[in-house]
């Protein structure tokens, strides 16, 4: 069935570092691939998204780039900020499904 | 304004008890969903209807009954709770049912069941 793998967590970083979180996919056909995030106490927001490979979605500085030939969607950010810290989530809407099938959650502290 | 929103936002019981969550959204979606968030975290879709009818219906005890009183409201019933139970619980809507041409949900904040 359809999947999505993330990378676990938790992840603690300094402010301005690089961050990378891992997210590979199983599905059949063609999927659409998003991240959402989790601030504290609040539900999910669709942070970024992409349709179609080597489509490069971005959102206030984080980047994911659609790897069909890796089935992954790895998001990215140079410098994170303590403002980013959050529980973030990989998740796809496989070609023919009505429903969002989300990764486990990585969970991302960033200290001052 | 709140776009989804749920009530309550958090719910302690005792087992054996019957309890409500509702959730209203006032973006004039179409579609709305129950997810459960589980302590690791993990998002799992319940239930999900669309202009008042039950589109997806996961695998999940018949003691939880959603019910579409109209397209702006998506309650959740669940009957003689267990401990197992515990968790977040999540309200969602998107315009139309999700799939290729329409993508994004938005999410409420969340009600924690605590299950004693």
């Known amino acids: 069935g359809d999947s999505v793998t993330q990378m676990e967590g938790p992840v603690t970083l300094s402010e301005e570092a690089f961050l990378t979180i891992n997210c590979t996919y199983t599905a059949t056909g063609y999927p659409s691939l998003f991240w959402y995030v989790q601030y504290p106490g609040e539900g999910l927001q669709l942070l970024l998204k992409a349709t179609k490979a080597d489509d490069k979605g971005s959102n206030k500085g984080f980047e994911a780039t659609y790897r069909k030939e890796t089935t992954s969607f790895h998001l990215e950010k140079g410098s994170v900020q303590v403002s980013d810290s959050a529980v973030y989530f990989c998740?796809?809407?496989?070609?023919?499904?009505?429903?969002?099938?989300f990764g486990s959650g990585t969970q991302l502290t960033v200290l001052p | 304004d709140t776009a989804v929103s749920q009530t309550p936002k958090y719910l302690v019981t005792q087992m054996g008890n019957d309890k409500s969550i509702k959730c209203e959204q006032n973006?004039?979606?179409?579609?709305m969903y129950w997810y459960k968030q589980d302590s690791k975290k993990f998002l799992k879709i319940m239930f999900s209807y669309n202009n008042k009818e039950l589109i997806i219906n996961e695998t999940v005890p018949n003691r939880f009954s959603p019910k579409s009183p109209d397209k702006a409201h998506l309650n959740l019933h669940i009957n003689s709770l267990e401990l197992g139970d515990s968790a977040v619980y999540f309200c969602?809507?998107?315009?139309?049912?999700?799939?290729?041409?329409?993508?994004?949900?938005?999410f409420g904040q969340g009600t924690r069941l605590t299950v004693v």
């Open positions: 998740a796809l809407v496989p070609g023919s499904a009505r429903q969002l099938t």
């Open positions: 969602a809507s998107s315009q139309q049912p999700i799939g290729r041409g329409n993508t994004e949900a938005f």
């Open positions: 973006l004039g979606h179409d579609t």
